[in-house]
């Protein structure tokens, strides 16, 4: 069965600094995985997405993923964080296959931004 | 409409009421999911359709929820005998479908509160 670990539940990054958000996710061949952004109050948006090829993956509000497959991982990543960048953060694995489309979401990673 | 509608935003309910969470997907996307997101949590899958087909309810915890999308659109999640347990927000998301997991559009939540 499919399955992702978000480790970390709360981070805090000062703005303006680097962030990495932790994902590790368990299938059994090449799944797609995708990140989430939930605001409080609001629905889930998605940030980007990894279906094959370049495993660097570039998504919106200057987010971007990196797929290694050695490593069971799919790590969101931002060079300067916003103030606005505060809120839950999901990973989440879906099947590389035809026909159903379950996907199934992390724990989630609390993201507050100092000034 | 534009995005996905959930409706009512909020419900209060006794313990022991049946309540009636109602989702309208984006217009023409073949696929509907519900999710149960609990304070703190990340969304956990309840159930999925490929148009008015039920194709997995592995998800729904117990025999007193119910869900259907009849015409193949408008869905309704039913809860039978609530129960304290239930309280959580209720996630409807859509997407586009044709046999590839794809990006899932969410609505804003359904919250219900079980006193």
């Known amino acids: 069965a499919q399955s992702v670990t978000q480790p970390d539940i709360h981070i805090t990054v000062s703005e303006g600094a680097s962030l990495e958000l932790r994902c590790n996710y368990s299938y059994g061949a090449t799944p797609y995985l995708f990140w989430y952004v939930q605001s409080p109050g609001q629905g889930l948006q998605l940030l980007l997405k990894?279906?094959?090829?370049?495993?660097l993956v570039q998504g919106i509000k200057g987010f971007e993923a990196e797929f290694k497959r050695s490593q069971s991982s799919f790590n969101l990543r931002k060079p300067s964080v916003h103030w606005s960048d505060a809120a839950e953060y999901f990973c989440?694995?879906?099947?590389?296959?035809?026909?159903?489309?379950?996907?199934?979401f992390g724990t989630g990673t609390k993201l507050q931004v100092i000034p | 409409g534009a995005g996905v509608s959930q409706s009512p935003r909020y419900k209060v309910a006794k313990r022991g009421q049946d309540v009636a969470l109602r989702c309208d997907p984006i217009?023409?996307?073949?696929?509907l999911f519900w999710y149960q997101q609990a304070l703190g949590q990340g969304p956990e899958f309840l159930t999925y359709f490929q148009n008015e087909a039920q194709l997995d309810k592995s998800g729904l915890p117990s025999d007193r929820f119910f869900a259907e999308r009849p015409e193949g659109s408008v869905s309704t999640l039913k809860i039978q005998r609530t129960q304290q347990e239930d309280s959580a927000v209720y996630l409807c998301a859509s997407s586009l479908g044709g046999g590839r997991t794809g990006e899932l559009f969410f609505g804003e939540g359904s919250r219900l509160t079980v006193l």
């Open positions: 989440a694995v879906g099947p590389n296959s035809g026909g159903y489309q379950k996907v199934t």
């Open positions: 990894y279906f094959s090829g370049d495993t």
């Open positions: 217009s023409g996307h073949v696929s």
